[in-house]
């Protein structure tokens, strides 16, 4: 059965560095999604993304976050100067015409 | 706030018994999905259903929608220990984003 994966499973950085998380989608999915789960805390949404631009984001998605598509198959999402609160599992989550969200397995990030 | 909130926070059975988790919400929806996350992983999709649908199976699981009461439920019956798990219901109101609610916490025991 089709799987979103995701790379890295879990990446350390030091406050201030950029980070890069990517997400390969189901092969003919076109909605794509970043959610973040703070520990012991609810999935909260961040951004949704079709045809190449994003489609609506939350107040948490502020400038420091951005994503893209790069080639076609990867989508990623950018954190140019991470903060200690945005150490979180990110999960990426893609969609089809059918409305399901399947999510990935998510990368856990923690910033030092 | 449109986000679905389930009830009850934790619940805790016996293997072989029913499990019944419930999501309330507070604006109109395009549909509703339910997740099952195990504690530090990520979340798997079970059941998706729509405004207009009214119940759904999908193995030992059962779903109802009463959008008039802003509700939703889901059934697990004949729980194993493998269904100890998080539950979560997620409203997609636009078509965009899903907003989670907290989740129950499943406890089967043996």
């Known amino acids: 059965e089709p799987e979103v994966t995701q790379t890295p499973s879990h990446q350390v950085t030091q406050m201030g560095q950029e980070v890069i998380l990517r997400c390969v989608p189901i092969s003919n999915h076109l909605y794509f999604y970043w959610y973040r789960q703070i520990l012991g805390q609810k999935v909260e949404f961040l951004v949704s993304f079709y045809n190449n631009e994003i489609s609506e984001k939350s107040e948490i998605f502020d400038d420091q976050f951005s994503v893209e598509r790069p080639d076609g198959s990867n989508f990623t999402l950018k954190i140019r100067s991470t903060k200690l609160e945005d150490s979180a599992m990110y999960f990426c989550a893609t969609a089809g015409a059918g409305n399901e969200q399947f999510f990935g397995p998510g990368t856990r990030l923690t910033v030092l | 706030s449109q986000q679905g909130e389930e009830d009850p926070q934790a619940l805790s059975i016996q293997e072989g018994e029913n499990a019944t988790m419930n999501c309330s919400y507070k604006t109109s929806i395009n549909n509703l999905q339910w997740y099952r996350q195990n504690s530090g992983r990520g979340l798997v999709h079970l059941i998706l259903i729509r405004s207009n649908e009214r119940e759904k199976h999908s193995g030992r699981l059962r779903v109802t929608l009463d959008t008039s009461k802003k509700s939703s439920s889901l059934l697990i019956t004949a729980s194993r220990a493998a269904d100890t798990a998080s539950y979560f219901c997620?409203?997609?109101?636009?078509?965009?984003?899903?907003?989670f609610g907290k989740g129950t916490s499943l406890l089967v025991t043996p």
């Open positions: 997620a409203t997609d109101v636009a078509g965009y984003a899903l907003n």
